[in-house]
Each structure stands twice: as C-alpha cells, then as structure tokens.
C-alpha cells in the first residue's frame, strides 16, 4: 500500500509520470524487486528535484522550525555534497505538542528523500492522534521502509515528541547518536540514550521509547554522526566530548545562533579538510522566560 501511495504522490506533483509509476509496479510483480530500488536503479528520479520537492513543499529542513515566547527550535545541516542524505522535519500535533524528527538515510540523495516522504505522510495521517508516541511512529516507519526497499537500505532516526504546555519530551531513537541535553540548573551536559538499531533492518523491531522533562535554560540538541566525525589536519576526530564541550559553551545564545555557533566550531576544527559528511544539527531550547 505505501508503495503505490508514494508512487502516485511522486507522480502527482510531476517528479515522476504516471507511465513510470505502471513500469514500476510492473516490473516490481516480475521481479519481485521492490519499488525503491526499481527508482533508483532506473534513475527514474532525478535526486535534485525530489530534494526541492521535500524541502520547499513538504517544508523538510527549515532553518526556524518553531518560535514563540517559549520555545525556539532552529536546524541546520550542512551537505558534503549537493543534496544531502540528512532529513529534519517538524509536525504539529494536538495539545501544543509538536513531532521533530531527525534521520540519517545510508544511501543518501533519493533514498533519503522517500523515507522522509514516508515519514511525513505517517505523521500527517496521524497528527489528532491522542495517544501517538515516537516509538509507533518509529515502528510505522520501519514497516514501510522494509516494503518499499527491501533489505538494501536502512537509517538511524530520532523521533521526539515536545509538549510545549509541561515540558515534557518523549523520545525514541533507531540507531542514532545519542540526544544531548544542557540542564541549566546543574550546568552539565546529559546524554540520552535508548539503544535501537536503525530502521529497515527487522521487520518486526520493537522500539523502545523514553521520557525527560525540560526546564528554563535547558537546550536539547538532536545530531547526526558528522557532528561528531569530522577530522582536522592532524586526523583527530571532533568527537562526542568536544561537542558536549561546545553546547555547554553555546548554551546561553537563542537556538538558531547555537546551531550556527556549532557549525562555525566543527568548521574550524576541521579547516581545510572540509566535511566528511553530511551534518545536520536541530536545537530545542527553552525560555527562561514565560511559563
């Protein structure tokens, strides 16, 4: 069913025609491949105009994601190449709680392109869902990706479901880095971490969720491995410590200068070796002001 939903949706808004969508499904009941993998081995997509498909319609990677009196949450990613492999998206959900999603696709360009339609249209569908959690949503994810590549692709999510009314944050990750939080009050660094392996790899995969809270002052910053990764000229990595070194440095600006900060910290490590991969960085921060 997802197949031929994305199928038709690539179609709908001109990325592929409707002759294209007839030969995949086509050739996907003679050869059993499945319909991802047709796309990309026919380079039947172009990667470029799937990419500014998903970021100028579907709205994917906005650099302001929200912004009120109480909360700012800003992304940023920074692509090796020209279109990246790299997908953060937000979703407004009921009850002032709002979904940021952050993944990582392995095959990058087109690959990741469909998994974060996918996962745009899951959270779409379900947004008036009273009960929606980040691990079903991971779960949904997951059963889609398997049916519509196969076995050839995975990628590391994090799904984080804010409520911006108490504070509350519940999370769950695939195969991520582990999320960072600064809490104010104590003036450290935490490190959340619920082990899960990436998505597309088991069709039955039961994700495990988990539950913090965030006060005023406190930072949540959400990565993905190039933040970490990047090498300066002497091969040294910038590693976890140096990025926990860094929020904690950052913690007081506004979200969307701790983003920027972040990035202007790895590029300087790394001058003149460029990036190693494509790196995203998403910051949630709230005020110490209001409620």
Not at 108 to 123: F, S, Y
Not at 136 to 159: D, Y
Not at 160 to 188: K, N
Not at 276 to 291: E, H, Q, W, Y
């Amino acid at each position: 069913m997802e197949q031929e939903y994305l199928l038709n949706l690539l179609a709908e808004h001109g990325l592929i025609t409707q002759d294209q969508v007839a030969h995949v499904l086509a050739t996907q009941q003679t050869s059993s491949r499945p319909a991802g993998t047709i796309l990309v081995e026919e380079n039947i997509l172009q990667e470029k105009q799937l990419y500014d498909f998903i970021c100028n319609t579907l709205g994917m990677t906005p650099a302001q994601i929200h912004h009120d009196r109480f909360y700012e949450i800003s992304g940023l990613t920074i692509p090796k190449f020209e279109v990246s492999g790299d997908f953060y998206g937000s979703f407004e959900l009921d009850e002032g709680r709002i979904a940021i999603t952050l993944s990582d696709v392995s095959g990058k360009g087109l690959e990741a392109g469909m998994l974060a339609i996918l996962l745009a249209n899951i959270l779409k569908t379900g947004v008036r869902m009273k009960n929606i959690i980040p691990s079903m949503i991971l779960r949904k994810v997951n059963t889609a990706s398997k049916r519509f590549f196969g076995e050839e692709q995975f990628a590391t999510f994090i799904v984080l479901i804010l409520d911006m009314h108490s504070g509350t944050v519940e999370f769950c990750c695939a195969g991520s880095p582990p999320i960072l939080v600064y809490r104010r009050r104590e003036g450290v660094v935490e490190q959340l971490e619920v082990k899960g392996i990436p998505v597309g790899i088991y069709d039955d995969f039961m994700f495990n969720g988990s539950r913090t809270f965030i006060e005023k002052g406190d930072v949540i910053l959400m990565y993905t491995d190039g933040a970490y990764e990047n090498q300066n000229i002497k091969d040294e990595y910038f590693g976890l410590r140096r990025l926990k070194d860094m929020l904690r440095k950052h913690q007081h600006r506004p979200a969307h200068r701790i983003v920027k900060a972040l990035k202007r910290e790895i590029q300087w490590f790394s001058m003149f070796r460029g990036f190693n991969d494509d790196t995203t960085l998403v910051a949630i921060k709230r005020s110490d002001r209001g409620n």
